[in-house]
């Protein structure tokens, strides 16, 4: 079992920044990916951001390329998600993800285990 345990979601203004930290414990010894996704209000959960294990491959959402950066720190067992030029469309609920043994992917289905979620509100 993997838990994942998200911070540092908040109130921003839009063209402002913040910084998700997912931190994992449990049986943090396999190679996870480790994903992004987020629910915006009344919506599905849909796809962010996706990092390999070694960190050398990630893969983004169009919505958010180019303004979000993930990154992972395996020494720490903490997956990060820098949020810059935020825009109100932003606002969601931010969930972190992780899967065992498939490459990096978008589809929701493929990751095992699931943060609680931390929400992130972007004002106009």
């Known amino acids: 079992q993997v838990q994942l345990v998200e911070s540092g979601g908040g109130l921003v203004q839009a063209g402002g920044s913040l910084r998700l930290s997912c931190a994992a414990s449990?049986?943090?010894?396999?190679?996870?990916?480790m994903g992004w996704f987020r629910r915006p209000p009344g919506k599905e959960r849909e796809f962010v951001a996706v990092?390999?294990?070694?960190?050398?491959?990630?893969y983004y959402a169009d919505s958010v390329k180019g303004r979000f950066t993930i990154s992972r720190d395996n020494a720490k067992n903490t997956v990060y998600l820098q949020m810059n030029s935020l825009k109100p469309e932003d606002t969601a609920v931010y969930y972190c993800a992780a899967a065992a043994g498939i490459g990096p992917s978008r589809r929701e289905y493929e990751y095992n285990y699931w943060g609680q979620g931390t929400q992130v509100t972007v004002s106009s």
């Open positions: 990092i390999s294990w070694t960190g050398g491959r990630t």
């Open positions: 449990g049986r943090t010894s396999s190679s996870y990916v």
